[in-house]
């Protein structure tokens, strides 16, 4: 049995004004197809989650808060989600126009690189969107760091001042420190990242023991196995709690249009004085943007990638208006 406490439940009550304990409230540790693995003050239960047989209208997540019941002919049900304070979603790679949340109910984002293999700075860009979009810090994590620091990963230093960087070492506890810094009780922590980055290697680390399984990634090529095959919420001995996830090799955006605003931030300072409210920042007149690309105040390799992010941001919108126009 655990305390709800330690499941971040006081820090809920502080976000969710109409949340209130009970004894039939408990949070989804793992989504399997239809049923769901829920930690409750009683111990760990497995409820009925699907549409057809569950009460609920919203599909629970791993990281929400749910109300379960126990039905005499079925066993027990989520019968509903409490309300989420926020959650990461990225776009449905399954689908063309659909969202997935992939966790609710998070503080924090770890986007978790590896020292063993490139760093992407478009990639980063777009799962640190995806943490603004969610409302939720964060932070940098270099893994594997006894195989060296990439020059790339001094780079981030300039290109994301505002977001905390840790290089860890499990072999050699580099950062340790710090992300049990990260780690506060009542605080939940979500890892991001391709398969082979070292995420399930890093849960076991804080969790002092072999919580998730993990495998050795190919040589030719530094990919993971996927070990991680569902999202799954831990709780760490010196407190907090860690989502770990599945690789992520898309990362499709999901009403994205604040989160891009907040990670280019100096973009989005400088397009409030274009002329123009409607400035792509490309061919305009008196573009502010532009004029501190000419300046040497924005990469124009960054604008580009900004540019790229907004143009998809905003066919998802057209895309969608054009659907619920059809359904009209």
Same mark, same amino acid.
């Given at each position: 049995?655990?305390?709800?406490?330690?499941?971040? =439940? @006081?820090?809920?009550?502080?976000?969710? /004004?109409?949340?209130?304990?009970?004894?039939?409230?408990?949070?989804?540790?793992?989504?399997?197809?239809? @049923?769901?693995?829920?930690?409750?003050?009683?111990?760990?239960?497995?409820?009925?989650?699907?549409?057809?047989?569950?009460?609920?209208?919203?599909?629970?997540? +791993? %990281?929400? =808060?749910?109300?379960?019941?126990?039905?005499?002919?079925?066993?027990?049900?989520?019968?509903?989600?409490l309300p989420r304070y926020s959650q990461i979603v990225r776009?449905?790679?399954?689908?063309? $126009?659909?969202?997935?949340?992939?966790? +609710?109910?998070?503080?924090?984002?770890?986007?978790?690189?590896?020292?063993?293999?490139? /760093?992407?700075?478009? &990639?980063?860009?777009?799962?640190?969107?995806?943490?603004?979009?969610?409302?939720?810090?964060?932070?940098?994590?270099?893994?594997?760091?006894?195989?060296?620091?990439?020059?790339? =990963?001094?780079?981030?230093?300039?290109?994301?001042?505002?977001?905390?960087?840790?290089?860890?070492?499990?072999?050699?506890d580099e950062g340790k420190s710090d992300l049990e810094a990260?780690?506060?009780?009542?605080?939940?922590?979500? *890892? *991001? %990242?391709?398969?082979?980055?070292?995420?399930?290697?890093?849960?076991?680390?804080?969790?002092?023991?072999?919580?998730?399984?993990?495998?050795?990634?190919?040589?030719?090529?530094?990919?993971?196995?996927? !070990?991680? +095959?569902?999202?799954?919420? #831990?709780?760490?001995?010196?407190?907090? #709690? /860690?989502?770990?996830?599945?690789?992520?090799?898309?990362?499709?955006? =999901?009403?994205?249009?604040?989160? #891009?605003?907040?990670?280019?931030?100096? /973009?989005?300072?400088?397009?409030?004085?274009?002329?123009?409210?409607?400035? !792509?920042?490309?061919?305009?007149?008196?573009?502010?943007?532009?004029?501190?690309?000419?300046?040497?105040? #924005?990469?124009?390799?960054?604008?580009?990638?900004?540019?790229? *992010?907004? $143009? $998809?941001?905003?066919?998802?919108?057209?895309? &969608?208006? &054009?659907?619920?126009?059809?359904?009209?």
């Open positions: 049995m655990v305390s709800l406490k330690k499941l971040g =439940w @006081e820090n809920y009550r502080n976000q969710v /004004i109409e949340g209130s304990l009970s004894d039939d409230i408990g949070r989804v540790r793992r989504v399997d197809r239809g @049923e769901v693995d829920v930690l409750t003050s009683d111990g760990e239960i497995r409820a009925l989650s699907d549409s057809q047989r569950a009460k609920s209208i919203t599909a629970p997540v +791993t %990281g929400d =808060w749910v109300k379960v019941l126990k039905d005499p002919e079925q066993g027990y049900v989520v019968e509903s989600v776009r449905d790679p399954a689908e063309i $126009e659909r969202p997935q949340i992939l966790a +609710t109910n998070v503080d924090a984002v770890a986007i978790v690189l590896s020292a063993d293999r490139p /760093i992407n700075l478009a &990639r980063i860009e777009r799962l640190l969107v995806v943490a603004a979009t969610g409302d939720a810090k964060a932070v940098l994590i270099l893994s594997k760091s006894d195989y060296g620091t990439p020059a790339e =990963w001094r780079d981030l230093d300039h290109e994301f001042p505002q977001v905390q960087k840790i290089k860890t070492s499990s072999f050699s990260l780690l506060t009780p009542n605080q939940t922590l979500v *890892l *991001l %990242g391709e398969s082979g980055v070292g995420k399930s290697t890093l849960v076991n680390y804080l969790a002092g023991q072999e919580m998730q399984e993990t495998k050795e990634v190919r040589l030719k090529d530094r990919k993971g196995r996927h !070990t991680t +095959t569902a999202r799954e919420m #831990i709780l760490i001995p010196t407190g907090g #709690i /860690i989502i770990d996830t599945p690789g992520i090799r898309g990362v499709g955006l =999901w009403n994205a249009e604040k989160g #891009i605003d907040r990670v280019f931030h100096s /973009i989005f300072e400088a397009s409030q004085k274009c002329h123009f409210n409607d400035c !792509t920042h490309k061919a305009e007149p008196h573009c502010a943007v532009q004029k501190g690309v000419s300046e040497g105040h #924005i990469y124009h390799e960054k604008l580009e990638r900004y540019q790229r *992010l907004v $143009e $998809e941001a905003s066919e998802q919108t057209e895309i &969608r208006n &054009r659907q619920n126009r059809k359904l009209r």
